[in-house]
């Protein structure tokens, strides 16, 4: 038997399925799309239709079911996939799902004033200032807060508080930040919509300082410098992390861009440059995190090795999941970055053995072998030839390790423990009128020692 829809509106250049639908609700008198669909098909509750809306097949089926135009399949913004992570095609472009929110939620009070249907743009997050009022997106009905339905009863009206959505109030803002993800999209550069996908996602995750509107503001702002010029973008962005300093030190801050990608880990490089350097952890920490120990190790700029050094030593403390995964308390983590030396490495060796490898000692001085043969040969380590299976091994002894570590520290851990390069750290030590004891120019060892 065919069955038709009576009434069904003509749609809008780029208007959403969601609002079609809607609208046909609206035009036949059904009390919501879901009372609409519930005529022909059994729909199992109301998160069915927003189902619907996300599933391109799901819908080509409703269209034969009851009549729809054709045509509608046209307005669908599908996903190019068959899991809710494929992303969306949109004006040529795969766009990632992540980037992309429910139909019938975010609008432009203006242009809804001006024409009550729902704008395809305004399924995009980074969409988030209409091009056209300046004004800022808003999501969520605007007087109780709740979640607009994709299955309400009309366009305009909430449907708990039954508020107009087009009186909501209006906030000005700059555009750009929308204007450069529209140009993304038209230019068809799969590349750089890549990595605005990234940057976006990245600044997600980073905690602004102030409230919704300001915040929405930096982060444009940020966005905007990123693709202009990415020095003053650090700097910018440097001034938001030291707004926070009392809550948190930078490299917390700016952790989810150390764990990214490169582009995004050197641009995290260099607000860290322009940061203030906390000399305490944390007096204003409202709350204590764990992170994942490959975190801990991003976040304290050292290894894996080395982190596994300090969990070893208890220097750093951890709890163990019951995956067997390791997670370390933020806090702890910023006691270490404040005061970095009183994590050098000291003590690691196992005494239960009685000698140790030169693999070993370089391993747990965090250097290479050639170094430690140089540091015997200068006779910084104590070391003895052994028989083992008829070939001569050098080992050295651990008592010696011990006092080594107590007593001096190599080049690269200090570089590693400052978070700095080590190329010219020593000149620069000597400008403090720090002078290293040992080195390539002063008695032949292969790095410097202070
Ligand atoms: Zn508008
Ligand atoms: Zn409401």
Redesign the pocket.
């Known amino acids: 038997m065919n069955y038709r829809v009576p009434l069904c509106p003509y749609p809008f250049v780029n208007e959403t399925i969601g609002s079609l639908l809607l609208r046909t609700t609206v035009a036949n008198h059904h009390l919501s799309p879901h009372n609409l669909l519930s005529q022909r098909i059994a729909l199992k509750d109301e998160n069915t239709i927003s189902r619907v809306l996300g599933d391109y097949q799901l819908f080509s089926e409703m269209i034969d079911k009851f009549g729809f135009p054709k045509s509608w399949l046209q307005q669908f913004i599908h996903r190019n996939g068959p899991t809710s992570k494929s992303p969306y095609h949109y004006m040529g472009m795969d766009v990632s799902a992540f980037l992309v929110r429910p139909d019938l939620m975010a609008y432009?009070p203006?242009?809804l004033m001006e024409e009550a249907y729902w704008r395809q743009e305004w399924l995009f997050k980074p969409y988030s200032s209409?091009l056209?009022?300046g004004?800022m997106l808003i999501e969520n009905c605007p007087f109780c807060q709740t979640e607009l339905s994709s299955t309400r009863a009309q366009i305009c009206i909430c449907q708990k508080c039954h508020q107009d959505l087009r009186h909501a109030p209006r906030c000005s803002i700059k555009t750009d930040a929308t204007a450069r993800f529209m140009n993304i999209l038209k230019s068809g550069d799969q590349n750089q919509l890549r990595e605005f996908n990234h940057l976006w996602r990245t600044l997600n995750n980073f905690k602004f300082p102030a409230d919704l509107v300001t915040n929405q503001t930096s982060r444009d702002m940020i966005i905007e410098l990123y693709f202009i010029n990415r020095d003053y973008a650090a700097t910018y962005m440097a001034a938001l992390v030291n707004e926070r300093i009392a809550f948190e030190h930078p490299r917390i801050q700016l952790l989810s861009f150390l764990i990214a990608e490169k582009p995004l880990k050197n641009f995290a490089e260099l607000v860290l440059m322009r940061c203030i350097t906390p000399t305490s952890p944390s007096p204003c920490r409202t709350n204590d995190p764990a992170i994942s120990a490959a975190q801990a190790a991003i976040a304290l700029g050292i290894g894996k090795r080395h982190l596994n050094t300090l969990l070893h030593q208890q220097v750093l403390k951890y709890q163990l999941l019951s995956n067997k995964h390791k997670t370390i308390l933020v806090s702890d983590i910023e006691n270490l970055l404040c005061y970095p030396l009183s994590y050098v490495p000291a003590i690691v060796y196992d005494y239960t053995k009685l000698e140790v490898t030169i693999d070993e000692a370089a391993h747990i001085l965090e250097t290479n072998s050639e170094v430690i043969r140089s540091l015997i040969k200068c006779r910084w380590l104590e070391a003895q030839k052994y028989k083992i299976s008829s070939h001569l091994k050098t080992l050295i002894c651990p008592h010696s390790l011990s006092s080594f570590q107590n007593q001096y520290i190599l080049v690269g851990t200090l570089a590693h423990l400052w978070h700095v390069n080590s190329t010219n750290l020593a000149e620069k030590l000597a400008e403090l009128h720090i002078f290293p004891i040992a080195g390539p120019h002063i008695d032949g060892v292969l790095t410097t020692l202070f």
Request: charged content about 15%; hydrophobic content about 30%.
């Open positions: 432009c203006l242009c209409c056209k009022h004004l």
